[in-house]
């Protein structure tokens, strides 16, 4: 059975850097896409990056290309979000999720999820 757990998750001011971490377990996730997304409240879960985790291309919404970067360690069977510049329109709970085939940017489209870690960025 897939397992995800996110960390890292915090208050941090404007401006300031966040690593999240979310490890892997239940399976070999060569032929996996793993993703970040993330639910601002009264808001709609979004996508935010995604790795192909066997050749390592990776992806980012809009909104948080140049400032966030998603990464695994294989080793580990561990995806990481490195988060920079953070702003206040980034506080959301982050979910890590893991689909078996091709990265997506859809929600509905993961089959498996964390329980999320909270992000807060003050003014």
């Known amino acids: 059975q897939v397992q995800l757990v996110e960390s890292g998750g915090g208050l941090v001011q404007a401006g300031g850097s966040l690593r999240l971490s979310c490890a892997a377990s239940g399976r070999t996730f060569s032929s996996y896409a793993m993703g970040w997304f993330r639910q601002a409240p009264g808001k709609e879960r979004e996508f935010v990056a995604a790795i192909n985790w066997s050749s390592g291309t990776t992806y980012y919404a809009n909104s948080v290309k140049g400032r966030f970067t998603i990464s695994r360690d294989n080793a580990k069977n561990t995806v990481y979000l490195q988060m920079n510049s953070l702003k206040p329109e980034d506080t959301a709970v982050y979910y890590c999720?893991?689909?078996?085939?091709?990265?997506?940017?859809?929600?509905?489209?993961?089959?498996?999820w964390g329980r999320g870690t909270q992000v807060t960025v003050s003014s």
């Open positions: 999720a893991a689909r078996h085939g091709i990265v997506v940017k859809t929600t509905y489209d993961y089959e498996h």
